[in-house]
């Protein structure tokens, strides 16, 4: 008799990962609310789109800057929540929209800011796996992320589904709804095609990685979501401090901090590999730092001494819904390697209520 | 007969914190070009103002949204410089302002999202120690930061200037120039009466940290812009891994990671104090995280092991001013204590040229 997912530690964690291309194809079965979200956007034409989240739903909000960039030319940026809720600064709302953005739909200081926000005259639009929630009752239009229930305190379906919804969000803003469509589902195969060899290549990596205390994610563009949230699956699965850096910022002072025990994770896509991705992996290397590359360009990482590659994703804008996948199957190892259960992190709950 | 500053290692890093009241007086009296640029925004009405910098510079930009929000409600954020400049997304920019940091103006990428964007049509202002470097001419608008020569690689002098030139051209924008100039005299006597005693403040701390591989820094509104500061500035002269983290960011997730040797330092201003500092201060207690309370609240920190206060700044959003000092003489403190010379970090030059 084998035990049920519940019983293993970290059980459901590895099996949320695995479900990560069922849980994409739902959002995709159920996508009206994203295109109401979309007509009201071409309706109200707000100048400016502002995101808020935390934690896992801040890490993609980092990547909707890129996707209302790439796939609608729009500006979307990541405002502060307190400057709001907290300052209660009046600034002028007529002309935004607000994407606020938490998978239990229970972020007090999220759903205080939408309520703020609304009242003032912004379109504001709720993207949550708990469409009941306060969150969902607070916002003009709710996205259901349709994820399925995600038991494990670590995010990793509702993280992928938010990407698919910001990137679907924005594909239909900027006109570009079918081609993302497509994308998504041979996205959702090559998810499926791929966790099996993944998680044969993370293993031996996980175990000289048990005593690592800290570590650098860094990657660039579109990609730095992905080393967002690689840090954040590391540090609460598996208590390393793992800090993500842009390329760019890992060279502008980090880099000094340095050393043999001290390895950096880089995430290179085709995309975003080259000059600052190549010379930061090269600095960091020069300094002793052992290398671990990830993506579809880590192959191109020089130095590296693991090498974690996925499939390439059929537009570039989709590259993060594959490269996240070997930072959550080596979070589940190193975790198993040192005894941890990833789906109770220490000190943690699923739902962080805050003021 | 003494040595020079030049022959002590940490020389001009020890000397440049204590030339930062005469720094901030020097700007004060060369504001000419802040008014400058504060009237051609009051000309050009842009709707959203785009900050970019790396590193240092970058922490100041995190100011400047809090800055244009309380002191003038306008809306400012940190811009992704990627998506200009490797991606080549072409947003409309004709009612952007472009303010960029820059303590040397040689920073290649923002030079390069400041020639794109000017030339499609956005206001450009380069706010840079260097008035002659290449981002100077770039830009349609310069404010010389008047730091006078920064030496030591890691910044102090023109971050604590590129904060004060932030806080007076918002502060000129929003009408309120009187109050923030008396404020900015003021805050560079506070920084002057008070550094002798935090110096004797920090270096009993300093011993018990020069083995600390790792550290969370925390702090919340304005003073996040502190937290990230501090943070660098120990990543880069310590070489500890220092991670900022805003107080409620700490609560999803990274608070996993913490044990007793894994030290947090909170930033508290009275202005920030409440709820979720305080309660991100008695989680990471709870988990065994040794505390260094600083700002004008770190008497409210409760279970501080090391407390470092400053004075209330004239002004809530000038607190930072006062609050970064601590943060400074701490890492000049443990440097000492670690034989390492924080002015020439390793594998660091004052100048980042990477594209």
Redesign the interface.
Known sequence: VSASPAEIPGGHFRREIAEQPDALRRLLANRDEISAAARALAHRLP??IRVIA???S?NAASYG??AF??LA???V???????VT??G????LD?SAVVALSQSGRTL?VVDYVERTRAKGALTIAVTNEPASELGQAAEIVVPLAAGDELAV?ATTTYTNQLAALALLAAMVGGREREVIDGLQRTAELQAESLERIERAVTPVAAPFAFV??M?VTG??VEFATAREIA?KL???C???A?PL????L?????????PL?PVWVVAARD?A???VI?AST?AR??GATLVASGDAAAEIPGASFVLPVPSAPMPILAPLLSIVPGQLFAAAVAKAKGLDCDR????EKV?L??
């Open positions: 100048d400016l935390h934690g896992s801040d800057m890129y960039g790439m030319r729009r500006t940026f990541r405002d502060s929540i307190s400057l907290y300052y600064v009046d600034v002028d002309r200081d670590a205390g800290r650098y660039r563009g954040l540090t609460e699965t208590r390393i401090a800090e842009t390329a760019t910022d060279l502008h002072g980090p880099v000094a901090a340095l050393d001290f975003n080259p000059a600052a010379e600095r020069a300094a992190p220490l000190g943690l962080t805050v003021a």
